[in-house]
């Protein structure tokens, strides 16, 4: 079965600074990888994707993530962290052998102060 | 495209009374999925819906739950009757081939 872990609850990072939001995952067959952001009281949005091709991946908002096949882990990062990413972040994975399900991780909240 | 929407934003109700959320996906398309989100649980998935039949419902808690596609357009969840531990924020998303597109969830409030 496929599963994605987000080790910390919480990340806390002052603004302009470097952010990494750690995710890694276990599936069967090769991974297609997800990190989606949730603003309070909204509903969850895409920010980035990695299906094939180059292990960095750009996406919304200044965010990428790196792809490491050898410590399956797909990590968000960000340069220079701003108050306004301040949100609720999911890592997902989704196992094409496996009927295509998107399984989440349990979220890390990003907290970056002034 | 509006994106998924579903209704109601917030419903409070008490227990033991039915309840309805509605979906409605993002036109063309044709995976359709229902989530609840809460403190203690996180995000989980109830169950979704390919080409508008349910594919799986392994996430759905018990028989008080159904949810239903009768077309591309159109889900319902319903709990009847609905428990103070059902109180949540339930998700719908839809998809075509890659990421899920949420809907900003209904938030129920069980009494």
């Known amino acids: 079965a496929q599963s994605v872990a987000q080790p910390e609850d919480q990340v806390n990072v002052a603004e302009g600074n470097p952010l990494t939001v750690k995710c890694t995952y276990s599936v069967s067959g090769n991974p297609y990888l997800f990190w989606y952001v949730q603003y309070p009281n909204r509903g969850l949005q895409f920010l980035l994707k990695?299906?094939?091709?180059?292990?960095l991946v750009k996406g919304s908002y200044g965010f990428e993530a790196e792809f490491n096949k050898s410590q399956t882990s797909f990590h968000l990062k960000k340069p220079s962290a701003l108050v306004s990413d301040s949100a609720l972040y999911f890592c997902?994975?989704?196992?094409?052998?496996?009927?295509?399900?998107?399984?989440f991780g349990g979220g890390t909240r990003l907290m970056v102060k002034p | 495209d509006a994106g998924v929407i579903q209704s109601p934003r917030h419903e409070v109700t008490e227990m033991g009374q039915e309840v309805t959320l509605r979906c409605k996906p993002i036109?063309?398309?044709?995976?359709l999925f229902w989530y609840r989100q809460t403190m203690m649980r996180g995000l989980e998935l109830l169950i979704y819906f390919n080409n508008n039949v349910p594919i799986d419902d392994s996430g759905m808690p018990e028989d008080r739950f159904s949810a239903k596609m009768p077309n591309a357009s159109f889900s319902t969840l319903k709990i009847q009757p609905s428990e103070p531990r059902d109180s949540a924020v339930y998700f719908c998303?839809?998809?075509?081939?890659?990421?899920?597109?949420f809907g900003e969830g209904s938030r129920l409030t069980v009494l």
């Open positions: 036109s063309g398309h044709n995976s």
């Open positions: 990695y299906i094939t091709g180059d292990n």
């Open positions: 997902a994975v989704r196992d094409i052998n496996a009927g295509n399900m998107l399984t």
């Open positions: 998303a839809s998809r075509s081939e890659g990421e899920l597109f």
